[in-house]
T-cell receptor, first 113, second 115 residues
Framework: KNQVEQSPQSLIILEGKNCTLQ??????????LRWYKQDTGRGPVSLTI?????NTKSNGRYTATLDADTKQSSLHITASQLSDSASYIC????????????FGSGTRLSIRP | DAGVIQSPRHEVTEMGQEVTLRCKPI?????LFWYRQTMMRGLELLIY????????DSGMPEDRFSAKMPNASFSTLKIQPSEPRDSAVYFC?????????????FGEGSRLTVL
């Protein structure tokens, strides 16, 4: 069964610190892997996208990595800001069916001043 | 473009009442999805449309749920009768072509509370 699992479930860090969120998936083959950011009370918004052949993708202070051999992805946030407090969702699109997008359960990140 | 627009943002109703959620996708997008989000189960796909035609409704939990897309700019999700376990945030999302890099654009969601 295609699955996407994220860890940790929640994380609290101090403003200015770095952090890394993990995503393990069993979806294979896949078309792309995205990280979405969901602010409280809002809809998810795409941060990064990687195809299976890419290893890393950056968007400002956000850097996503992908290891297709171990089926792991990570999202690294550098110099965290209060506005980074949100849920981060790992999303994988199977190659066989672009509509059967699989969502992880998310990591709830809280940045404390 | 204003993005995906959903209404109402919040709905509180009593068990047994009919609930209708509305969605206006981004102009030009040919895919529309309805998702339900809860703390326990995360985001779950309910149904999706391609060019206004329902393609997969296997995620619709029961016959109490129905969805329509009468034209390219409007969709509804109806729950009749509503039950407390339907309480969740319902998201509408649209996409263009769902290519290899197809991105989902989500609305702000409709938070439903059934008492």
């Amino acid at each position: 069964k295609n699955q996407v699992e994220q860890s940790p479930q929640s994380l609290i860090i101090l403003e200015g610190k770095n952090c890394t969120l993990q995503c393990n998936y069993t979806v294979s083959p896949f078309s792309n892997l995205r990280w979405y950011k969901q602010d409280t009370g809002r809809g998810p918004v795409s941060l990064t996208i990687m195809t299976f052949s890419e290893n890393t993708k950056s968007n400002g202070r956000y850097t996503a990595t992908l290891d297709a051999d171990t089926k792991q992805s990570s999202l690294h946030i550098t110099a965290s800001q209060l506005s980074d407090s949100a849920s981060y969702i790992c999303v994988v699109t199977p190659y066989s069916s672009a509509s059967k997008i699989i969502f992880g359960s998310g990591t709830r990140l809280s940045i404390r001043p | 473009d204003a993005g995906v627009i959903q209404s109402p943002r919040h709905e509180v109703t009593e068990m047994g009442q009919e609930v209708t959620l509305r969605c206006k996708p981004i102009s030009g997008h040919d895919y529309l999805f309805w998702y339900r989000q809860t703390m326990m189960r995360g985001l779950e796909l309910l149904i999706y449309f391609n060019n206004n035609v329902p393609i997969d409704d296997s995620g619709m939990p029961e016959d109490r749920f129905s969805a329509k897309m009468p034209n390219a700019s409007f969709s509804t999700l109806k729950i009749q009768p509503s039950e407390p376990r339907d309480s969740a945030v319902y998201f509408c999302a649209s996409s263009f072509r769902l290519s290899n890099t197809g991105e989902l654009f989500f609305g702000e969601g409709s938070r439903l509370t059934v008492l």
